[in-house]
């Protein structure tokens, strides 16, 4: 995690606190796994309740079940502020804040009954997940995501200003060249139309009713199929960047010059230097020895 907790005293709080937040002993790793379980099914019994024939149904037991796991994701949370030197931090990070909205809404509407409609954002358990896995902080591949995204945001976002000004303008084409019976009643909901073609959606609300509009919709498409992997490219060159970068030293060997070795590398893959000038070549005295 990106702020450090720490456990509150010695004893029951700090053997809580390594199972509960860390991941490295077999009972943490289990309760890792049975968190996992419990969000999963958590979040099933919320999709399930919301298709109307199996509500009516199973209904009761979907008010128990979401009822169980409201007490017992609220008792999770009792201790982890429990074996926490400073419980703020935490509650305001944005796992605990996570933690603390998936659980909030239920007992709002046992309270209040007017907060019934805020029962939906408990769906929000399925984030939870993100802090049991730590993709963001403790995986290599998800680090150099987000590197790929970081040196790609610019340029992805130029690319994006330039289909919205296409879009635009062929929007404002199509609106002064198409009648509002066909749709087209305003700008905004030609741009509407620009998006859906551009992106080769083609959901038929608004069809073009003459044959000049329909030769720009051709024409606006053939854009979209040209451009759409545009952003994928940017987005793969990066992260190709990113894995070189993560492999490869940039420190050239002194004896060729060379640049481009692994980072576990310790002799120059074409001289055979010996390339960490800071220590002694394990080997040098060897070689000297050969005759």
Same mark, same amino acid.
């Not at 940039?250 to 000038?277: F, I, N, V």
């Given at each position: 995690?990106?702020?450090n907790l720490?456990?509150? *005293?010695e004893g029951?709080?700090? =053997?809580?606190?390594?199972?509960i937040?860390?991941?490295? !002993?077999p ?13 999963m099914?958590?979040?099933?019994v919320i999709?399930l309740g919301?298709? =109307?024939?199996?509500?009516q149904?199973?209904?009761w037991?979907?008010?128990y ?12 949370? *009792?201790?982890?502020?429990y074996?926490?030197e400073r419980?703020?931090i935490y509650?305001?990070s944005?796992?605990?804040?996570v ?5 909030l809404?239920a007992?709002?509407?046992?309270l ?12 929000l358990r ?11 902080e ?5 680090r ?5 995204l ?10 994006f200003?330039?289909?919205l000004?296409v879009v ?6 199509m ?6 019976? !066909?749709g087209f009643?305003?700008i905004?909901m030609?741009i ?5 073609s551009?992106t080769?959606?083609?959901?038929g609300?608004?069809?073009p ?6 030769a ?5 498409m053939l854009i979209g199929?040209s451009i759409? *992997?545009?952003?994928t490219g940017i987005f793969?060159a =990066?992260?190709i960047?990113s894995?070189r970068e993560?492999?490869y ?12 070795h ?12 010996w390339?960490?000038?800071t220590?002694e ?9 050969e005759?």
């Amino acid at each position: 995690m990106s702020f450090n907790l720490t456990p509150a *005293a010695e004893g029951l709080r700090t =053997q809580l606190f390594h199972i509960i937040f860390e991941s490295d !002993t077999p009972a943490a790793k289990g309760f890792d796994i049975a968190l996992i379980v419990m969000i999963m099914a958590s979040v099933g019994v919320i999709l399930l309740g919301s298709v =109307q024939g199996v509500s009516q149904e199973y209904g009761w037991l979907f008010y128990y079940l979401e009822w169980a796991f409201t007490i017992l994701f609220t008792l999770e949370l *009792a201790v982890r502020i429990y074996c926490l030197e400073r419980p703020s931090i935490y509650l305001k990070s944005f796992y605990g804040v996570v933690d603390m909205i998936s659980i909030l809404p239920a007992w709002l509407v046992l309270l209040m009954p007017g907060f019934h409609a805020l029962v939906i954002i408990r769906i929000l358990r399925v984030l939870r997940i993100f802090r049991i896995l730590r993709l963001m902080e403790f995986v290599g591949e998800g680090r150099l995501l987000i590197d790929a995204l970081k040196r790609s945001f610019h340029q992805v976002l130029l690319f994006f200003c330039s289909i919205l000004m296409v879009v635009t303008m062929f929007a404002a084409l199509m609106y002064t060249i198409e009648s509002p019976e !066909t749709g087209f009643t305003s700008i905004p909901m030609s741009i509407y139309w620009a998006v859906v073609s551009v992106t080769t959606v083609g959901y038929g609300d608004i069809v073009p009713g003459t044959a000049v509009g329909k030769a720009i919709t051709v024409v606006l498409m053939l854009i979209g199929y040209s451009i759409i *992997a545009v952003p994928t490219g940017i987005f793969s060159a =990066q992260v190709i960047r990113s894995i070189r970068e993560d492999r490869y030293s940039d420190e050239a060997c002194p004896g060729c010059g060379h640049d481009r070795h692994e980072k576990r590398a310790r002799y120059c893959l074409r001289c055979g230097t010996w390339l960490d000038e800071t220590t002694e070549d394990p080997h040098k005295e060897n070689l000297q020895k050969e005759p």
